[in-house]
C-alpha cells in the first residue's frame, strides 16, 4: 500500500512537470512583450498589481512576493475586495497581471472595463488564448498544460504550478535586465542571514585587540598558546616587526604537531606556522569571506589591510553568533 501511495505521488509530479515543459515551450512573444512592458511601467516608478480568483489568488500572491522581492515593486488586488473601494490600490502608472487559467472568472472579468477606462495595461497569464479576459488583455502569456493532475481534470494542480513558474520566470527576467545584484537584493532583506552577509563588511565582523590573539616572529609555541588562550581564539597571528602578516599558528596545527614534534612548546612558532596564509581584505563583503572559509575548509581567516598590515582576524566559531551563517 505505501508503495501504491509513492507511485500515485509520482505520477502527480509527472503530470505537473510535463505541464510545466508545456507552458515553457509556449513561452514566445506575448512573453517579450511582457517583460518590455513591465520595464518601462517600473522605469516611470509604477507597480506590477497582481490579481486572481481562488486558487490564482495565492498564486498571485506568491508571484507579488517574489516580484517585490528581488526590486520589481509589487502589490496584490483581491478582485472581489477591488469592487469595495480596494480598486483604489490601482494607480495609472501601475500594470495588471492577472490570473486566471480558463480566463472566465466572472470576479475578474468584473474589473476588466473599469481598467480598460483609465488606460491601465492588463497582461494574462491564461490557459485560455481565446478568452474573454485574453481578447480584451494587452499582452496575453499563454500558460499551456495537457490536464490537470487531479483524476478529475478539476482541481488547479498543473495549471497553477505553471503559472507560478511563468511568475517565477518574469521575475528572474526583470530582474537580469533592470541590473538587480546582490547588493539590492540584500537591502531588501536586511533582517535575513543573507542581507546580513551581503551587506556586512569584513571590518564588521572581525576580532580585533584583545579578542585576537598576535604573537612576534621570534615567539615561541608557547607564547602563541598562551595568546590564543587570553583571546578565547583558534589561532594567532604572527607578525613582523613592522606588523605585516607572516603567518598563522592554529589549534589545529598544536594537536597535529603534538604527536610529531619535540620540545614543542619551545619551539620557534615561525618554524612551525603556516607562512603566507590566506586572508581577507577588511574592505571585502562578509559573504566573501564566507566564500573562502567554504572553498579553503579553514576555521581562521587573518585580515590584512592594503599594504599587508594585520588588521583583525575572523573566527568561524563567531559567525553563528553574529547571525551570517
Known amino acids: 500500500m505505501e508503495t501504491d501511495f509513492v507511485t500515485r505521488a509520482k505520477q502527480v509530479m509527472d503530470i505537473e512537470i510535463a505541464g510545466m515543459q508545456t507552458a515553457r515551450d509556449a513561452l514566445g512573444e506575448g512573453f517579450v512583450q511582457a517583460v518590455t512592458l513591465l520595464l518601462e511601467v517600473l522605469a516611470r516608478n509604477g507597480r ?15 508571484i507579488s ?39 472566465e472568472s466572472d470576479e475578474l472579468l468584473a474589473l476588466v472595463p473599469v481598467i480598460k477606462r483609465r488606460g491601465i495595461p492588463i497582461i494574462a497569464l ?34 497553477t504550478t505553471a503559472t507560478l513558474a511563468v511568475g517565477d520566470a518574469l521575475a528572474m527576467t526583470l530582474l ?8 539590492d537584493y540584500a537591502r531588501l532583506h536586511p533582517a535575513g542571514a543573507i542581507g546580513r552577509a551581503l ?15 598576535t604573537v612576534p616572529l621570534n615567539a615561541t609555541v608557547q607564547a602563541a598558546i598562551v595568546a590564543m ?19 598563522i599558528f592554529t589549534d589545529g596545527d598544536l594537536r597535529r604537531l603534538l604527536t610529531t614534534h619535540r620540545n614543542l612548546l619551545a619551539a620557534p612558532v615561525r618554524e612551525v606556522m603556516t607562512a603566507s ?18 572553498q579553503r575548509k579553514i576555521d581562521d ?15 568561524i566559531q563567531d559567525l553563528p553568533r553574529l547571525k551570517i551563517l
Not at 485560455?128 to 481534470?153: D, M, Q, W, Y
Not at 581577507?280 to 572559509?293: K, P
Not at 581567516?301 to 573566527?315: E, Q
Open 199 to 213: 551587506l556586512c563588511r569584513v571590518s564588521d565582523i572581525m576580532r580585533t585587540g584583545e579578542r585576537m590573539a
Open 48 to 62: 506590477i498589481v497582481v490579481t486572481g480568483v481562488g486558487k490564482s489568488l495565492h498564486i498571485a500572491e506568491k
Open 277 to 294: 596564509p590566506t586572508t581577507v581584505r577588511q574592505d571585502q563583503l562578509a559573504v566573501e569571506a564566507l566564500r573562502i572559509f567554504e
Open 65 to 103: 512576493a517574489t516580484l517585490a522581492s528581488t526590486g520589481s515593486t509589487s502589490v496584490v488586488l483581491n478582485p472581489m475586495q477591488a469592487m469595495h473601494g480596494d480598486l483604489g490600490i490601482l494607480a495609472d502608472a501601475d500594470a495588471l497581471l492577472a490570473l486566471s487559467f480558463s480566463g
Open 229 to 247: 588562550t587570553g583571546a578565547k581564539s583558534g589561532s594567532a597571528c604572527v607578525v613582523d616587526q613592522a606588523g605585516h602578516l607572516a603567518g
Open 126 to 159: 491564461t490557459g485560455g488564448v481565446h478568452s474573454s479576459l485574453a481578447k480584451h488583455s494587452t499582452v496575453i502569456i499563454p500558460i499551456a498544460i495537457e490536464r490537470e493532475a487531479c483524476p478529475f481534470n478539476m482541481a488547479p494542480t498543473s495549471s
Open 301 to 315: 581567516l587573518p585580515v590584512v589591510d592594503a599594504h599587508g598590515l594585520l588588521a583583525g582576524c575572523i573566527d
Open 176 to 183: 537580469d535586465a533592470r541590473g538587480f545584484d546582490k547588493k
